[in-house]
T-cell receptor, first 116, second 111 residues
């Protein structure tokens, strides 16, 4: 079974620009979550999409947004880029089964964004 | 606010020298405790999921255990290929699919 794929793998942008990152989940997985990883803050949750709806959101400004399509693929967008947005952006997918326990999330390879 | 703290930050072992990594968590209504391994420049690779205090999971040289406040990742007779950053994450009532991560333990195993 193919894993989570993310495109592009590397991206260089300048301050003020916007960027769109893409994530294809594992086949059959309906939930996609996005995380930002930096050396100082570690891995931080951005948001989760399930059934094309944002279900949870982390503590990030409104410049960070996302969406999910009917085939569960997801995109995240960052507008008006700042130097501090340079990071590894990770996407994770899970089955999102109903129940009391959290599903295991499987991560993609990430998109390395550099803002100059 | 959910918190996950990992120790030590870095650990250097000789090949064959067993040790344990610690993950302390403060999470309201724990729904799952997860261990991942991350190699430089790559995404986290899933290792274990634990749900209840007393639960244990094993895979090759790794064994994960869970108490009501901590989780341990025991590494028995490590090999150089076990060198990586090990991440612990917890999910609680604050969000079904929201993982709160620790900063990780960077493990280096020397031959």
């Amino acid at each position: 079974k193919a894993g989570v794929t993310q495109t592009p793998r590397y991206l260089i942008k300048t301050r003020g620009q916007q960027v769109t990152l893409s994530c294809s989940p594992i086949s059959g997985h309906r939930s996609v979550s996005w995380y930002q990883q930096t050396p100082g803050q570690g891995l931080q949750f951005l948001f989760e999409y399930f059934s094309e709806t944002q279900r949870n959101k982390g503590n990030f400004p409104g410049r960070f947004s996302g969406r999910q399509f009917s085939n569960s693929r997801s995109e995240m967008n960052v507008s008006t880029l700042e130097l501090g947005d340079s990071a590894l952006y990770l996407c994770a997918s899970s089955l999102r089964l109903a129940g009391d326990f959290a599903d295991t999330q499987y991560f993609g390879p990430g998109t390395r964004l550099t803002v100059l | 606010e959910d918190q996950v703290t990992q120790s030590p930050e870095a650990l250097r072992l000789q090949e064959g020298e067993s040790s344990s990594l610690n993950c302390s968590y403060t999470v309201s209504g724990l729904r799952g405790l997860f261990w991942y391994r991350q190699d430089p420049g790559k995404g986290p690779e899933f290792l274990f999921t634990l749900y209840s205090a007393g639960e244990e999971k094993e895979k090759e040289r790794l064994k994960a255990t869970l108490t009501k406040k901590e989780s341990f990742l025991h590494i028995t007779a490590p090999k150089p290929e076990d060198s990586a950053t090990y991440l612990c994450a917890a999910s609680g009532d604050s969000g079904y699919s929201t993982l709160t991560f620790g900063k990780g333990t960077m493990l280096l195993v020397s031959p």
